[in-house]
């Protein structure tokens, strides 16, 4: 079972930059990017880590939520996912498409106050698409 994930160069910076505006920890930004990437029923491209990605351990990304993160991966893909294609394949793959939504959401938004509204906006649309 691996515990370490690594990024690619552009979600590095893309995360470091967020990081720098939001004032949020690469972590934060992490899983709020998974949650983006979920919102899209597409599956995202599998990545390829690099020599100058961040790394992440698996308990820092997930904590005690790490079933919750596999069952909603599960759930997206639509399938069982066995453990070694979940993390991190899977959950890299959500990220960095989710890092770059965010990147998005945040260039959209122009600033940290309004880019929580319309993350908010957002879920609460999905919910109630979803009642």
């Known amino acids: 079972m691996n515990f ?8 590095a910076t893309s995360l470091k930059n967020l990081q720098s505006s939001t004032g949020l920890t690469p972590n934060i930004l992490v899983r709020i990017s998974i949650s983006l990437s979920i919102l899209d029923p597409e599956q ?3 990545t390829q880590s690099e ?3 961040l790394e992440f351990n698996r308990n820092t990304l997930t904590g005690e939520q790490d079933y919750f993160y596999k069952s909603l ?4 893909a639509k399938k069982e996912v066995p453990e070694e294609d979940y993390f991190p394949t899977l959950f890299n ?3 960095e498409r989710g890092v770059q939504l965010l ?3 945040y260039k959209h938004a122009g600033n940290y106050n309004k880019l929580l509204t319309n993350l908010l906006r957002m879920s609460e649309e999905n919910f109630k698409e979803r009642l």
């Open 93 to 95: 793959a959500h990220l």
């Open 4 to 11: 370490r994930l690594k990024t690619t160069e552009k979600a």
């Open 44 to 46: 995202p491209n599998e």
């Open 51 to 53: 020599t100058k990605g």
């Open 73 to 76: 991966i599960r759930q997206h």
């Open 103 to 105: 990147e998005q959401e």
